[in-house]
């Protein structure tokens, strides 16, 4: 079975504070893991992939997460948030077919 | 390119009433797919399809059909609507090419159902 956990439902920091948004899974083998966020009213955008290789990986927008294979988890971070950066965000995994499996997602809220 | 397209954007149905959300991509994706998403809930997918005339039931297929004549079209169909079909639709295309995806999603279409 697949899962993906993203324990917070919310996360506030301030503007030019670091932001960090958890997402953990559980999936046999080696799995694929994706970052999407989906501003109000419009569809997920892709943020940032781990397919293989170095465990961090940097995306759009400043973002970047770190792939840990013993814990088990790929956190989404920023080192300074901006307002702009509030959005809901969503982790997925894909095992070795073609479908992802999201996680709940985690409202990120960045206060000016 | 428009990427996915998806109409309409919003639309209320009466129990039992039918309808049919549209779906397309310029993008010549081999992989088309339709999740709902729910408050809370993330993304659950409904339907998926690798190709022109191949479709198949992803996690909640239930109460929906789907077809795929060409590449660039993918329609979900419901054919009883029921209240707990009200949901936020999105459809999704990726081109799978080796072992990368990314998919790319439309803007959603948010169905109320009473």
């Known amino acids: 079975a697949q899962s993906v956990a993203q324990p917070e439902d919310q996360v506030n920091v301030a503007e030019g504070n670091p932001l960090t948004v958890k997402c953990t899974y559980s999936?046999?083998?080696?799995?694929?893991l994706f970052w999407y966020v989906q501003y109000p009213n419009r569809g997920l955008q892709f943020l940032l992939k781990?397919?293989?290789?170095?465990?961090l990986v940097k995306g759009s927008y400043g973002f970047e997460a770190e792939f840990n294979k013993s814990q088990t988890s790929f956190h989404l971070k920023k080192p300074s948030a901006l307002v702009s950066d509030s959005a809901l965000y969503f982790c997925?995994?894909?095992?070795?077919?073609?479908?992802?499996?999201f996680g709940a997602g985690t409202t990120v809220t960045v206060r000016a | 390119n428009a990427g996915v397209t998806q109409t309409p954007k919003f639309r209320i149905l009466k129990i039992g009433q039918s309808m049919t959300l549209q779906c397309t991509q310029d993008m010549n994706h081999n992989y088309m797919y339709w999740y709902r998403q729910d408050p809370g809930m993330g993304l659950k997918l409904i339907y998926y399809?690798?190709?022109?005339?191949?479709?198949d039931k992803g996690e909640v297929p239930n109460g929906y059909n789907v077809s795929r004549s060409t590449t660039e079209d993918f329609p979900l169909r419901l054919e009883l609507a029921a209240p707990s079909q009200t949901s936020v639709y999105f459809c999704?295309?990726?081109?799978?090419?080796?072992?990368?995806?990314?998919?790319?999603f439309g803007p959603g279409t948010r169905l109320t159902v009473l």
């Open positions: 399809s690798v190709g022109a005339g191949i479709t």
């Open positions: 999936v046999s083998g080696n799995p694929y």
């Open positions: 781990y397919i293989t290789g170095d465990n």
């Open positions: 999704a295309s990726s081109y799978l090419p080796g072992d990368t995806d990314t998919q790319y």
């Open positions: 997925a995994v894909r095992p070795h077919d073609y479908k992802l499996s």
